[in-house]
């Protein structure tokens, strides 16, 4: 199962909805996660490829992902200090992020 690939409006979006309570059932999702990487980097493409295996566990997880070049101001928003990152949004703020992708029983535990 591919990450879903969300742009940096859609997740604006998302986020302004969330901390304002509006939007539609699909958007109130009270944690997501998204995994920001760049397309040449080695590292991101096989923690991309845990986070697949780790959605094939659970299909019902809140994951996509977001190209961190094509985005111009949510890393700056969000401090994300390198890729891959992974990022846990709850009750409308960044809560953790993981920058380290070691295994997916490690990412597993740390998005159940």
Do not use: H
């Amino acid at each position: 199962m591919q990450l879903q690939e969300w742009s940096e409006e859609q997740l604006k979006n998302w986020t302004a909805e969330s901390r304002t309570g509006q939007g539609n059932s699909e958007l109130e999702v009270p944690i997501r996660f998204v995994f920001f990487y760049t397309p040449l980097c080695g590292t991101c493409k096989v923690g991309e490829r845990m986070l697949e295996v780790v959605l094939e566990l659970n299909p019902m997880l809140p994951l996509g992902k977001c190209n961190v070049n094509a985005c111009r101001t949510l890393p700056y928003e969000w401090q994300i200090e390198s890729v891959p990152c992974l990022l846990r949004w709850e009750q409308g703020q960044v809560q953790a992020k993981r920058y380290r992708l070691s295994a997916v029983d490690e990412l597993y535990r740390f998005m159940s």
